[in-house]
């Protein structure tokens, strides 16, 4: 995890707002794709629809530019149709980082032990 950051978001959702959900997910896919330090992004969905998770790996100097730039102009309407109840934040944040992610309710995490092939 040197110089890297992994997240999982857990989100709530609506079933009746998946739909719309999935649809406003695919254009927030596609420009992440372009960023050159996010180097996973995945959505995936419980059998019901009633929850989200976002699996999320950057580069650390990665993470600020997707949630400042890449994630700004959806993040209204995202809001909207899911909420954040969990956050779970793994590697190396700075103070910077920190301090945007503290906004959606982050819980850090240490590694202590393991690797990483």
Same mark, same amino acid.
């Given at each position: 995890?040197?110089?890297?950051?992994?997240?999982?978001?857990?989100?709530?959702?609506?079933?009746?707002?998946?739909?719309?959900?999935?649809?406003?997910?695919?254009?927030?896919?596609?420009?992440?794709?372009?960023?050159?330090?996010?180097?996973?992004?995945?959505?995936?969905?419980?059998?019901?629809?009633?929850?989200?998770?976002?699996?999320? #790996?950057?580069?650390?100097? =990665?993470?600020?530019?997707?949630?400042?730039?890449? /994630? +700004?102009? %959806?993040?209204?309407?995202?809001?909207?149709?899911?909420?954040?109840?969990?956050?779970?934040?793994?590697?190396?944040?700075?103070?910077?980082? #920190?301090?945007?992610?503290? =906004?959606?309710?982050?819980?850090?995490?240490?590694? /202590? +032990?393991? %690797?990483?092939?």
């Amino acid at each position: 995890m040197k110089n890297e950051i992994y997240s999982i978001y857990h989100l709530a959702i609506a079933p009746s707002d998946f739909a719309a959900f999935e649809k406003l997910i695919q254009p927030i896919v596609a420009a992440t794709r372009e960023e050159p330090d996010t180097m996973t992004y995945e959505y995936v969905v419980n059998a019901d629809r009633s929850f989200v998770h976002i699996i999320e #790996r950057y580069r650390t100097n =990665g993470l600020l530019p997707h949630v400042e730039q890449t /994630f +700004a102009p %959806f993040a209204e309407r995202f809001l909207k149709l899911a909420t954040i109840k969990k956050l779970f934040v793994y590697g190396d944040t700075t103070p910077e980082i #920190r301090a945007k992610l503290d =906004g959606f309710g982050a819980e850090y995490l240490t590694p /202590f +032990a393991g %690797f990483s092939r």
